[in-house]
Structures are given as C-alpha cells and as structure tokens.
C-alpha cells in the first residue's frame, strides 16, 4: 500500500455562497468561492470589485493549498487589522483551504471602530461560509471487488455495517462492485472481505485520490 503519512484530511468549499450582514446600518456582503491558486483568488477578488465598484470597501483574504501553504488578505482601506486579518482568521479557524472571501461593505453612516469592525467583518465571513456548501476531502481508495453471487450478500453486508458505498456494480455470471474507503482503513477491510469469503472475492485497489467525506 502507498505511504499516505503526508495526505492529511483538509476541507474544502465544493460550491461557493453569498450572505448579507447589517452593523449600524452597514451592509456588510461576503462573497465565498473556490480557487484552487493564487491567480483564480486574485481574478474572482478583480471580479468582486467590479461588481461592487460602488462599495465603500471590498476587503479580501484566501488560502491556497491543502495545508493552507499560501495566505493573503486586504484591508482595502479600512484600519489596518480590522478587516483581511480577521476574515484570513475565520478561515484558518474553520480549516477550509482552496477558497477565497471579498467581504464589501457599504457605509451605514455610523463608525463601528476597530472592536465593531473586527466583529464585522468576521461574522459576514461566518455566514458567507454557512451560505456555501462545504466538505472534508479524505484521501482514500477505491477497491473492486469481484465475487461470486453466493458470497454477494456477507459482502453487501459487511460493506452496509461499515457505511461504504457500494457502486457501479455489474451482475454477469459472476458481481463485481465497488467502493471506495478512507486510506488507513484499506488493509482492514481487505482483510475482512478475504476472511468473509474464504479468500474468494478478488479485490484490486484500482485508484487513490480525495473524495468527499459523508460528513
């Protein structure tokens, strides 16, 4: 089996989302969107201030890389601290990578100060967050079983107990199916599925990548 030490779970925006926030009468607007480099996070903060060109602020902040190698973010005017720090932070704090976030805010007309600010900008990314569709990315394996029908059923089962897909599956004169498992367990169930047939399910591990957690 490969050496997986290094491919750690990370989370990950699957599908970007817009929320809309009032403090004091300003409208703070957090756009959220996936961009797996710095040139897609920099092009879609581009687009946001054109969109918004009429906004007091278009602060921004990203991170780019599974492990969060590449961060950024901008004030856009506002004091220094009070604005990109704060949403990198809300980032970094809920672990999400590959994305970036333009909080613009249109002036209400009362000052918030640096304590209202923080806040703020913080809260819109929070809901900007909620307002997107968000997932844990595990690295992991899919295995194709093959199998006699007599011995479909314990295989089913064992997959069901276990709460692992069972996909593509093609009945000929013999079943064949497969599932896909997080990386540390592969060994485990292969092992299981050999002891549950009698060493008569052929099992090949066909690929490895990330997929989507069921969380």
Known sequence: MDNTTNFQPYRCVLTGGTAEITEKKSRFIATVRRTESEEEAVSFIEEMKKKYWDASHNCSAFVIGRRGQLTRCSDDGEPSGTA?????????????????????????GTLLGTGGLVRAYGAAVKAGLEASRTATMRYGSRIRIGTDYSDIGRIQYLLGQKGYPQENAEYTERVALETVVPAPEEERLIKELTEATGARAELEVVDRYYFVDKD
């Open 84 to 108: 990109g720090r704060p949403m990198l932070e809300v980032l970094l704090g809920e672990g999400i990578c590959d994305a970036a976030v333009v909080v613009t805010r249109y002036f209400g």
